[in-house]
C-alpha cells in the first residue's frame, strides 16, 4: 500500500452501499481495528471502490476492516477486520428513518 | 436505502465548470448540514453509474435539495450534470446519507471550516444552516482555490460574512490570486492555518473537506498546530475535482 497515492475515499463515500445493509449511519458507527486495536469513526477509514465492491481500510495501519461485494442479487460481507463496531441508535430518531 | 426520485427545478452556473441543480424531492425526509446523497444515472441499455454529492442547501421544510457539480473534462457522471440535464428532468438519489460530517444547530463552539475546491459544497450548507437558524456560534472559512474564478458562492458568503462578526472568512489561492493580494499563489501551509484559523487552545471543531490529498495535507496542518485529531471531521472527495 503506498501512502502517497490518494485514490482513495473515506468511509462518507460508503456509506450509501452500505445503507442498503444498516438501517443505521455508519459514517458515526466506532469501529475497532482487529489488526492494531485503534478505535476510529467509521468516517475516517479509507474506502477503495473496486468494481462491484469496496475494501474500508483502518485509516492507521491499512489492514482491510470491511469487504463488501455485491453481486448477482447477492452481497458478500466480510467483517473479520473489525473486532466491533458500535452504532449510534439516536441517528434513528433524528433522521426519522 | 430506497432510491428517491427528485425533479430538476433550477440550474444556475457558479463558475464556467460548476453547476448548482435545485431539485424538488417530494419525499424528502429533511437533512442535515454537511450530508450527502448518491446519485444514479441509467443507460437506455441498463448501465448504470453512481457518484455521491454533498447537498448544498441549508435544511428547509420545501423539501428542496440543492447540488452544486464541478465538471471534470474526462468524466463519466459530472459532464452531464453540468451540460446535459434540463429543468423538468427526473434524477435518481438515495439519500439523505452520514452523520458524522454534519454540523447540527445546537452546536455552539467554535467551528473551523477548511475547503479545497468542490469541497466547500458541505461546509456552504453548514454556513447556510448557521444563518437560517439565528446560530452565532463562530464559525471561520478557509477556502482553498486554484484562482478567483473558480470560487463557488462568493456573493452570498461575502454577504453573510459582512454582516456577521463571528463568521470569518479567509480565501486561499493556489494558482492565481487577484492582483494586489498579500499571499502569493500558493497551497496552504502552517503559516496560513496559524494566521487564520482558531487558536487550538479555544477547541474548535474542524471540517475539512476536498480532494483527497488536499483534506490529508490540511488535516496535517491542523494537527501540526495542536488541534486535537479527535476535533477533526473530514470528508474526501478522491483524486477527482481540483488539483491542489
Ligand atoms: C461524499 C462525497 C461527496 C462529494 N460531493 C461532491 C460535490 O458536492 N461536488 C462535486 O463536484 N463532486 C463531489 N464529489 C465527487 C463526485 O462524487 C465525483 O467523483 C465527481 O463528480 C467525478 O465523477 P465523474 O463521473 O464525472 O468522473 P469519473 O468518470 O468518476 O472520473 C474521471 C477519472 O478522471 C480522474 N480524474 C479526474 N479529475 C482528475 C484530476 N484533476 N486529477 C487526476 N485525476 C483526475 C479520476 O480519478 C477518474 O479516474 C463527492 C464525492 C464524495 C465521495
Ligand atoms: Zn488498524
Known amino acids: ?97 | 436505502m430506497m432510491w428517491r426520485v427528485g425533479t430538476v427545478v433550477a440550474l444556475q452556473d457558479e463558475t464556467a465548470t460548476a453547476r448548482t441543480i435545485t431539485l424538488k424531492v417530494p419525499d424528502w425526509p429533511g437533512h442535515i448540514a454537511g450530508q450527502h446523497v448518491d446519485v444514479r444515472l441509467t443507460a437506455s441499455d441498463g448501465y448504470s453509474a453512481v457518484r455521491s454529492y454533498s447537498i448544498a442547501s441549508a435544511p428547509n421544510a420545501e423539501k428542496r435539495v440543492e447540488l452544486t457539480v464541478e465538471r471534470l473534462p474526462n468524466g463519466e457522471v459530472s459532464p452531464y450534470l453540468t451540460q446535459e440535464i434540463a429543468v423538468s428532468d427526473c434524477l435518481e438519489l438515495r439519500g439523505p446519507i452520514g452523520g458524522w460530517f454534519v454540523w447540527r444547530a445546537k452546536q455552539t463552539e467554535p467551528i473551523q471550516l477548511v475547503a479545497g475546491g468542490s469541497g466547500i459544497v458541505p461546509l456552504m450548507a453548514m454556513i447556510r444552516s448557521r444563518a437560517l437558524a439565528g446560530s452565532t456560534a463562530p464559525f471561520r472559512l478557509l477556502y482553498s482555490v486554484r484562482e478567483p474564478q473558480a470560487v463557488f458562492y462568493r456573493e452570498e458568503l461575502q454577504a453573510l460574512s459582512d454582516h456577521d462578526r463571528s463568521m470569518n472568512l479567509t480565501y486561499a489561492y493556489t494558482r492565481v490570486a487577484p492582483k494586489d493580494w498579500p499571499r502569493p499563489p500558493s497551497r496552504i501551509d502552517a503559516a496560513l492555518i496559524a494566521n487564520t484559523t482558531w487558536p487550538s487552545k479555544l477547541v474548535p471543531t474542524c471540517y475539512v473537506c476536498g480532494p483527497t490529498s488536499f483534506v490529508e495535507s490540511a488535516s496535517r496542518l491542523l494537527t501540526s498546530s495542536g488541534n486535537d485529531p479527535e476535533k477533526i471531521r473530514t470528508e474526501r472527495f478522491g483524486p477527482t475535482g481540483e488539483r491542489q
Open chain 1, 1 to 97: 500500500m503506498n501512502p502517497n497515492i490518494d485514490d482513495y475515499l473515506d468511509g462518507n463515500a460508503a456509506a450509501g452501499e452500505l445503507s442498503n445493509i444498516f438501517a443505521m449511519d455508519v459514517t458515526a458507527a466506532e469501529g475497532q481495528c482487529a489488526h492494531c486495536g485503534a478505535i476510529k469513526r467509521f468516517a475516517e477509514a479509507h474506502v477503495y471502490m473496486q468494481g462491484p465492491g469496496l475494501v474500508a481500510r483502518c485509516s492507521v495501519c491499512q489492514h482491510a476492516l470491511l469487504r463488501f461485494v455485491s453481486a448477482r442479487q447477492r452481497v458478500f460481507l466480510d467483517l473479520r477486520g473489525l473486532t466491533c463496531l458500535i452504532l449510534d441508535t439516536s441517528q434513528l430518531v433524528e433522521s426519522g428513518r
